[in-house]
């Protein structure tokens, strides 16, 4: 029996600027179970940083707030705990690994000294321990010289070593979600087969599920089970991972799917790249229908009229559209 | 840098620090409501936010429309030396007291200013127009050029400026007199020294933008359609750097009053007998214990001025140049 | 910090060394007549000893054996004699050094103390009530021109309160405890009007540079590490923070020179600001060359000082 451990419900992370109130994410509902790896796709913008980063609530708070909806944690609400509560789900809990392993590290300590200093803060080791402790991490995640690679600098790894680090230091705690925000959309290609490859690696080891953010849908169809596609803030469409990209039902994520490269069928048919034309909308004063209907070549009066309920088409399958 | 929070916060309440993507694009009807203004009344908006910035500019307008104006209205001799008025405190006859020879101290405080931004906007004039053409020149030219001037412009920065001043002052104060006459000689020499060690920041600041605009696209075209080499530089180029460029200007007259009021008040600027504020201070220093008025009307004045055109220079920051947080 | 990285730096010293004493010296060069011409008038002084002087600085040779000749004098500490003070220039001005560098000192250090805090706590709660009158203040401070501030001080705390003396004398005539209190109460002022103006700009250096580094990715990979707010700023923004602040602090010591002469003069703190100025109102050349080679000197100094203590903070750049 699956346990659902994370359960966001209809998540809505606003935020005021002078230009007014940017609604990041607009009603999100979205869930991982233990062990199970969720894709989040979508284009920049679309509020996949923002709900990642809601989860462990690493918003600035003066102009972001949570405007509604629930994030609950093993059945308990995050968004009224404190910062010191907070700090008890924080790595140990749920981790995370972000996109810029150039400058996710801090440049003044030693790799050593960072992955310790979450290590001893969670596990109550002494320094010496909690130094031991990272140099096995640096082993688990394949980082030639352990031992001797504690004692150096973020600057001295290359952009794939760093990334390995940052999930040594993210899993050093041993937590149940982990939570990748395009852990390899800044690396080169090859670099991201390596990183998708360890990560899969940790989570079989450690058991633990993973949320993984990314833009590339081919990534996705490799590593996760289910997909959560967003678009302007919200959920457009959410299913099986076989099942989304065998039977499509969002334009949006038709057009997705469309276009990514196929190098094959382009050379037998010569097909041109398809691209998804428009741009995002301003999350400002968002339409009042379904968002994508200004870009989408099916929509008609009622998509524009109202915004279109998730409706479940299929077990485990939604979708929000008219369609 | 991400994100535009104005880095003084004489500025209201910011822009959001972390903004998601999509606000950087607005649609097409936001960025047409926005196009009504040009970069200049952009500008303008975001200086008017800033409240001290705003009101330092109608203080430093009152005391230029006093320095400049007053004697005429305010007729009062700078120097009618009235031993027996000498010493008071403020009065109706004399708002701001007298110094020790009964001088009205009220109207010397008003001459001494027109010394103080004369001296003031003359020396930034120097140091923006060095540092200009040696940032644009730096800018255009590649390699070895740019290289000297950069360390040249490191050079002159490590240089010790009030020692520096006082030594140029001290070696050609008499020739100078000779050519210029008293006051003249030691004007253009304070003018020049003070100007000469502060055009580095403004060289650094244009030598930036060429490099980082002249490789972009309209500079390109511009290229393309023929513009000769000055053309480029200066319908393109020049007016970005424009908005740093005013910036250090409102520094740099604020840093040249206070060294030439140093210079007086150390008693090695202008002649004795020309009430600059920092002569005013050094005379009324000795005076401290019976007749504060004096030199706190001469100090309070140099602040003044000092300290709204600092507020002033933090809100052109802001307006102009709001991505730089120092 | 890599060997290297420190010889490397070292050996900047002499380019820089070189640099500045090439202006001075052009600076002297260009000066019209003849800088000794005083000495040639003073009756004290003999002409043959004049003449020797002449020959000495080779005022007949070509510009740059002078300058040459000119530097390793300089650098062997051979300043020649001051006819004012009736004694060899590196005599006096060690003598006289010291002070000018404990007060300056003393100064930077209040600086710091009082800055760092402030800054700190000014860019991690920016635009609250805190910031807005800690940045007014800091504005106040560095647009009061030191010879104002210690003008007000001076009214304050000796006219009105008659707390603390005014006039800096070296020969108190105390032992023990109460002759360190009695230049301790005389250091008062002067320390505080430099340490004030110089703090008042290392707020807003601290402030805008903890904003910079607050936001940056580092911030929140440590606070998704699950560490308390607090040692977030202590250990991970500050440590980040102060490095560009260190080489602004090192530009602005040639300006901190300029203060400590004036507060030498109004406190008449027996350093080597108010040498310069006493010998430029006595015609005293030697003793000004002099003081201007030490001041250029020390900004030299300060600025390896920075450099080092910059390589120190960031690893970053010692390894290259």
Redesign the interface.
Known sequence: MAETLLDIRGLKTWFKTDDGMVRAVDGVDLHIERGETVGVVGESGCGKTVTARSVLKLIDMPPGRFEDGQILWQGRDLIPLDQDEMNQVRAREIAIVFQEPMTSLNPVYTVGEQIAEVMALHQKLNRKQALEGAAEMLRLVNIPNPQRRIHDYPHQFSGGMRQRVMIAMALSCRPKLLIADEPTTALDVTIQAQILELMQEMKERFGMAIMLITHAMGVVAETCQRVVVMYAGKVVEEAPVRELFGSPRHPYTQGLIRSIPRVDRAAKRKERLEAIPGTVPSLLEPPPGCRFAARCRHATDICVRGMPPLKEVSPGHFVRCVL | ???S?P????AE???????????A???AT?ARKRQRFSPWQEAWRRFRRHK?AVASAVVLLIMVAAIVIGPFLWTVPINEIDFAAKLQGPSWAHPLGTDDLGQDVLARVLYGGRISLAVGLAAMFVAIFVGVLVGAVSGMSSGRLDAVLMWLAD?F????????L???????R??LKAVFGPEGGIFVMIVVVIGGLRWMPAARLVRAQFLSIREKEFVEAARALGASKVRQVVQHILPNALGPVIVAATIDV?AAI?AE??LS????GFPPDIPTW?RL?SD??DY??IA?HW?LAS?AA??LA??SI??IG?GLRDALDPRR?? | MSRQYLIRRLLLVIPAMLGISLVLYTVLALAPGDPFGELATNPSVPPEVAAALRAKFGLDDPVWIRYVRWLSAMLHGDWGFSFVSRMDVDRLILQRLPTTLLVIGAAQLLAILVALPVGVLAGTRPYSVFDQVANTLAFVGFSLPTFFTGLLLILVFSIQLDWLPFVYRADIDATGWRFYWEHIKQSIMPVMVLGLFQGASLVRYVRSSVLDVVRLDYVTTARAKGIGERKVITRHVVRNALIPVVTLVALQMPVVFGGAIVTEQIFRVPGIGSLLISAMLANDTPVIMAVTFVFACLVVLCNLIADILYAWLDPRIAFR
């Open positions: 840098m991400p994100g929070t880095a003084s916060l004489s309440a910011p822009a959001a620090v972390v903004v998601p993507d999509a606000v694009t607005p649609t936001a001290l050079l920065l490590s240089l010790p400026q009030l020692p520096l006082l030594l140029v002052i001290y070696l050609f008499d020739s604020a206070i009021s140093t008040f150390l008693g090695l920092g201070l009324a220093k401290l214990d504060p030199a100090g140099i602040f000092v300290l600092n507020f933090d947080v120092l």
